[in-house]
């Protein structure tokens, strides 16, 4: 199976500024990666599709880059509903797997 | 808007069988497909795996041998058993649409439901 890793595990930010989150994939994945966000006591919610597709909703200022093993997510602004744990799936190929989430927090 | 609701007992003994159905409502089940996923602090986000319209499935194969998924079209349902349950399986549950082909990544999810096995 493929083998997501996240970094780093916690960011600490200001409202307003821009944080970029990492998640490398231990094999090739083209662009099949998706971003999704979880806050308190709610089931994840889907930000990003084919590692730079937003999702329906999903704002501006939440954008995805990468290819193959290196993608990245990147919150232009953050917002204080942006203070949240962000992990990122792939799927290239079954079984499904998601990374172990980074959280954002208020610094 | 496709909105999904899990449902089940809360609290399973263990070598026990968990059984779980999620409710689709607006929207068909015969248009998607539907996974399970459950995320525990040990083990975080685990995709447990899909069933389509017409049953066929794919399990992830840490599960495999101990996963059951069915799908009811009639009442719109799908649903999961998982047997010989112990306490590595307690999670919070959740049905979603989506994470088979097609459309491989995953919305909407449930609320989810918290599923603890106890000795």
């Known amino acids: 199976e493929i083998v997501m890793t996240q970094s780093p595990a916690t960011v600490s930010v200001s409202p307003g500024k821009k944080v970029t989150l990492s998640c490398r994939a231990s094999?090739?994945?083209?662009?099949?990666l998706a971003w999704y966000q979880q806050q308190p006591g709610q089931a994840p919610r889907l930000l990003i599709y084919?590692?730079?597709t937003r999702a329906t909703g999903v704002p501006a200022r939440f954008s995805g880059s990468g290819f193959e093993t290196e993608f990245t997510l990147t919150i232009s602004s953050l917002q204080s509903e942006d203070f949240a744990v962000y992990f990122c799936?792939?799927?290239?190929?079954?079984?499904?797997?998601f990374g172990q989430g980074t959280r954002v927090e208020i610094e | 808007q496709v909105h999904l609701q899990e449902s089940g007992p809360g609290l399973v003994k263990s070598s026990e069988t968990l059984s779980l159905t999620c409710t689709v409502s607006?929207?068909?089940?015969?248009?998607?497909?539907w996974s399970w996923i459950r995320q525990s602090p040990g083990k975080g986000l685990e995709w447990i795996g899909y069933?389509?319209?017409?049953?066929?499935?794919d399990y992830n194969p840490s599960l495999k041998s101990r996963v059951t998924m069915s799908v009811d079209t009639s009442k719109n349902q799908f649903s999961l058993k998982l047997t010989s349950v112990t306490a590595a399986d307690t999670a919070v549950y959740f049905c979603?649409?989506?994470?088979?082909?097609?459309?491989?990544?995953?919305?909407?999810w449930g609320q989810g439901t918290l599923v603890t096995v106890s000795s």
């Open positions: 979603a649409s989506g994470g088979g082909p097609y459309v491989e990544w995953i919305t909407p």
């Open positions: 607006g929207g068909f089940i015969s248009s998607y497909y």
């Open positions: 069933i389509n319209n017409s049953g066929s499935t």
């Open positions: 094999q090739r994945l083209a662009r099949d």
């Open positions: 084919g590692a730079s």
């Open positions: 799936q792939q799927y290239n190929s079954w079984p499904l797997t």
